[in-house]
């Protein structure tokens, strides 16, 4: 089959690329996790995405990864590209040496190959921390709809651009250690609830869900999330100000 990813004649040799990837079927646990080498031609623009489209179109249809939007919008194709969390999709392969390697994201359950379960945990973590408008008054429908300062619907909406790709948990050191860790991709959600003029829980009903060390006093304050956010959301502002807030709490 011929590749649709062209370069111009006038263009320089493409690069030779090496994706090395981590092959491990759990529904096949005796055969150990290999590193699997794949070469590959470079194309104009091509992101890790295409790549691995063009090496499960071209030369194994086994290979498991997961891709919905291609956008950076869905979550879907987080993994470890040279040992980084990353989106697939938005990750250029000119951006990279021409010897990659690819690996899913540790913490969360293991498909096979690239691909991770990250939507049962978010899922947990959305019903643990009750990530959902909690309001005393009823709304009627037949209402007008009450105005929101437009800056404040504008914070609202920043935090909630978290895509839930899960590349947080990946590089955080204590959700490595304790699975019951809420992560930076929580604390946010609470952040996000907690800025909502509509959802009408205390800082002491926060406080019940992330005052403890699976929530905001287990965070070691290393900043990988932060780092690491494919959506850049303020998460080191979040987190250090959920902290200030929720141990002001448990000392009263
Ligand atoms: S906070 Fe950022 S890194 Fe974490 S899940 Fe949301 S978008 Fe992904
Ligand atoms: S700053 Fe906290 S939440 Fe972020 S990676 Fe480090 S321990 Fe995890
Ligand atoms: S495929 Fe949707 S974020 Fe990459």
Redesign the pocket.
Known sequence: MISIFRRPASSPPPRRLTLDILRYNPAEPERAPTLQAFTIDEAEGMTLFIALNEIRAHQDPSLQFDFVCRAGIC?SC?MLVDGR?ALACRTLTRDLNSHITLAPLPFFELIGDLSVNTGQWMRGTAERLQTWIHAVDRVSIDEIEAPMAPELAEAIYELD?????????AACGTAQMRPDFV???GL?KIARFRLDPRDQRSDEDFYELIGDDSGVFGCMSLLG?HD????Q?S?QTQIAFLRRKMARLGFD
Not at 161 to 169: F, M, P, V
Not at 228 to 231: D, N, S
């Open positions: 979550g987080a969390p651009r978290c895509i839930e790709c899960g590349c947080c948990i992560g930076a991709v946010n999330c690491v956010c494919p959506k959301l998460l």
